[in-house]
């Protein structure tokens, strides 16, 4: 961890020691924005006023509620129906699902590392939420009711295909499994989920290090000016005094791989992005995790 990052963290505690109700705000959904409403053009996120510190406690509130939502129909003393049931499962995790799009699109395109910290603290978290819920025994017997009981010529098309769809799903996610298989179950998802947020984050180091330093303009064919310009800056960036800089970032290789006459270049490129993650480094992910 660089000393910046442990830095920040501690002034993250020491603000946090100061303001004791800090949780309660941040988890607040007038307080925390990916808990409230988004009173923007079609529901855009409003990223300006997303925080590093609003996620754990936004998603810690949404598994929350959502767990709140599968007790309900679990418990709900009525007979199951494809309403109280197939609808209201379908419907449940609203908030979750906002907030982990939200995360996930932030981490995919746009991460640092409190975010990488966060990606990592929440994978195993969430994989424990989902097995709590895929292999609820009490919520598939009451999606197994409506799957036997229900007259399906009374329902859509729609409606039949996620009746079907819903039992399946907990079926194929083991919820048969009892004892010692579902709990090896449990630890497979669960070190799938941590070596998943690993094999991305060794993915994204090898496409942020990859440089190709081209110095002879005519490499870059017709490549646009504007790109051309970019890809200056992107040379100077990273430490070069002159020449284009291109990456394995897609803006960067896609169009270089169009425009180039090089095709040893082009190949050069090419084989660095598809052997991301596979160059016996530190970032290298073959061979490196085992899933129990």
Request: glycine share 4%.
């Given at each position: 961890m660089k000393l910046i990052h442990k830095m920040m963290l501690l002034s993250i505690v020491v603000l946090a020691s100061?303001?004791?109700?800090?949780?309660?705000?941040?988890?607040?959904s007038t307080e925390n924005p990916l808990l409230s409403e988004?009173?923007?053009?079609?529901?855009?996120?409003?990223?300006?006023?997303?925080?590093?510190?609003?996620?754990?406690?936004?998603?810690?509130?949404?598994l929350k509620e959502?767990?709140?939502?599968?007790?309900?129909?679990?418990?709900?003393?009525?007979?199951?129906?494809?309403?109280?049931?197939?609808?209201?499962?379908?419907?449940?995790?609203?908030?979750?699902?906002?907030?982990?799009?939200?995360?996930?699109?932030?981490?995919?395109?746009?991460?640092?590392?409190?975010?990488?910290?966060?990606a990592s603290e929440m994978a195993?978290?969430?994989?424990?939420?989902?097995d709590d819920i895929n292999l609820n025994k009490g919520l598939f017997k009451k999606v197994e009711a409506v799957y036997n009981t229900t007259d399906k010529s009374t329902l859509s098309g729609e409606q039949n295909k996620l009746l079907e769809d819903t039992y399946k799903s907990f079926v194929r996610?083991?919820?048969?499994?009892e004892g010692e298989k579902e709990e090896r179950l449990r630890a497979i998802n669960a070190r799938l989920a941590v070596l998943a947020d690993s094999f991305g984050k060794n993915v994204l180091a090898e496409t942020n290090a990859y440089d190709m330093h081209i110095t002879n303009k005519e490499d870059l064919?017709?490549?646009?000016?504007?790109?051309?310009?970019?890809?200056?800056?992107?040379?100077?960036?990273?430490?070069?005094?002159n020449?284009?800089?291109?990456?394995?970032?897609?803006?960067?290789?896609?169009?270089?791989?169009?425009?180039?006459?090089?095709?040893?270049?082009?190949?050069?490129?090419f084989d660095a992005y598809a052997m991301r993650g596979d160059n016996d480094n530190a970032n290298d992910n073959k061979k490196r995790f085992k899933i129990v």
């Amino acid at each position: 961890m660089k000393l910046i990052h442990k830095m920040m963290l501690l002034s993250i505690v020491v603000l946090a020691s100061c303001q004791p109700n800090q949780k309660e705000v941040t988890e607040n959904s007038t307080e925390n924005p990916l808990l409230s409403e988004w009173n923007t053009p079609f529901g855009v996120p409003p990223f300006d006023q997303i925080k590093n510190e609003h996620y754990k406690p936004a998603y810690m509130a949404a598994l929350k509620e959502n767990k709140a939502e599968i007790d309900a129909i679990v418990n709900n003393s009525e007979t199951p129906t494809f309403e109280n049931t197939i609808v209201a499962y379908e419907l449940s995790g609203a908030t979750l699902t906002k907030v982990a799009s939200v995360f996930s699109a932030v981490n995919s395109a746009n991460t640092n590392d409190e975010i990488d910290v966060i990606a990592s603290e929440m994978a195993p978290i969430l994989s424990a939420h989902y097995d709590d819920i895929n292999l609820n025994k009490g919520l598939f017997k009451k999606v197994e009711a409506v799957y036997n009981t229900t007259d399906k010529s009374t329902l859509s098309g729609e409606q039949n295909k996620l009746l079907e769809d819903t039992y399946k799903s907990f079926v194929r996610s083991g919820v048969a499994l009892e004892g010692e298989k579902e709990e090896r179950l449990r630890a497979i998802n669960a070190r799938l989920a941590v070596l998943a947020d690993s094999f991305g984050k060794n993915v994204l180091a090898e496409t942020n290090a990859y440089d190709m330093h081209i110095t002879n303009k005519e490499d870059l064919g017709n490549l646009s000016s504007s790109l051309v310009a970019l890809a200056s800056d992107e040379a100077k960036a990273r430490g070069h005094e002159n020449g284009w800089s291109i990456t394995v970032q897609r803006p960067s290789i896609n169009p270089f791989l169009q425009s180039s006459p090089n095709k040893e270049r082009r190949q050069e490129i090419f084989d660095a992005y598809a052997m991301r993650g596979d160059n016996d480094n530190a970032n290298d992910n073959k061979k490196r995790f085992k899933i129990v």
